[in-house]
């Protein structure tokens, strides 16, 4: 399985951006997947994730209502909307994998993740 982000840059606080991750090697329609970020000097921390169902999604606290996580099993892909980027915002974004039998696992912590892509460096200017 190998897993590759794409879609960061250096954005202006209050502008949107969208991140994609396209999974290679597996159908990502078998995976939970998550969105981890890691800025300088500081741990990895959760984003969002969300279940094979598709229906079951959740987010860290200080992103809810800014960002939606959404996969496309057509397009093997997942993708991370943010809306109202804020410079605490930047960091490298992690996409990771979790394969599971059931439909409604998702994941919260880094270790519960098996795959993980390269990262995408987002870089939100005040």
């Known amino acids: 399985v190998q897993l590759q982000a794409s879609g960061g840059g250096l954005v202006q606080a209050g502008d949107p951006l969208r991140l994609s991750c396209t999974m290679s090697?597996?159908?990502?329609?078998?995976?939970?997947m998550g969105w981890f970020r890691q800025a300088p000097g500081k741990e990895r921390e959760f984003v969002a994730c969300?279940?094979?169902?598709?229906?079951?999604?959740k987010y860290s606290g200080s992103m809810k209502g800014r960002f939606t996580i959404s996969r496309d099993n057509a397009k093997n892909t997942i993708s991370l909307q943010m809306n109202s980027l804020k410079p605490e915002d930047t960091a490298v974004y992690y996409c990771?994998?979790?394969?599971?039998?059931?439909?409604?696992?998702?994941?919260?912590?880094?270790?519960?993740?098996?795959?993980w892509g390269q990262g995408t460096l987002v870089t939100v200017s005040s």
């Open positions: 990771a994998a979790r394969w599971s039998s059931s439909m409604r696992v998702t994941g919260t912590t880094p270790d519960e993740f098996t795959y």
């Open positions: 090697g597996r159908a990502v329609s078998m995976y939970a």
């Open positions: 969300i279940s094979r169902s598709n229906d079951i999604t």
